[in-house]
């Protein structure tokens, strides 16, 4: 077991984002074994669940003429556009049956404001209105996080230089993660993370 001070942190392992669900990751359910293991060397656990409603800005099909994975020009800057996924009370938005969400200390659900989207889980992407997880992992003396799930390229890599900025240890164990990899996405992750000061392990 790991110090006290260290949290697993997993990031959106929802329907979803797996084979069949509606914004499929290539092989995203093969995350689910070697999280269900990483949880029994963390003395706590934190869960994302990305909670989008029917009406929310970064799906597509609310945007007259765009399709998925093209970007609009939101207030706050260049937003991808995302097939509809993870909408509130949905079987999609629920974590996958494999994973052992039992297991959770606290889900902290983002992306549930329609005009903002947030693929982060400390911050949302107009990079000013926080989450509040910060504050109740500092609360809580939580201060070495490791970072696992869905996607490696969008919201893992968010959420863990966004760990680092707000004064937390990061780690992403890339073997627990698999990535969309949209236009090179997964390469420029990768890179950001390592350079803001993201440990990333096999
Ligand atoms: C995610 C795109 C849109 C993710 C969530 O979990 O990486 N990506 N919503
Ligand atoms: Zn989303």
Known sequence: MRPDSHALIVIDAQVDFCPGGRLAVADGDAVMPPINALMADFPSVVLSQDWHPADHASFADNHPCKAPFETVEAPYGTQVLWPAHCVQGTAGAEFHPALNANRADLVLRKG????????????????????????????????????VGLATDFCVRWSAVDAVASGFRASVILDACRAIDLDGSLDAALAEMRGAGVEILG
Do not use: K
């Open 112 to 147: 549930f404001r329609p005009g903002i989207d947030s693929y982060s889980a400390f911050q949302e992407n107009d990079r000013a209105t926080p989450t509040g997880l910060a504050g109740y992992l500092r609360e809580r003396g939580l201060t070495d996080l490791t970072f």
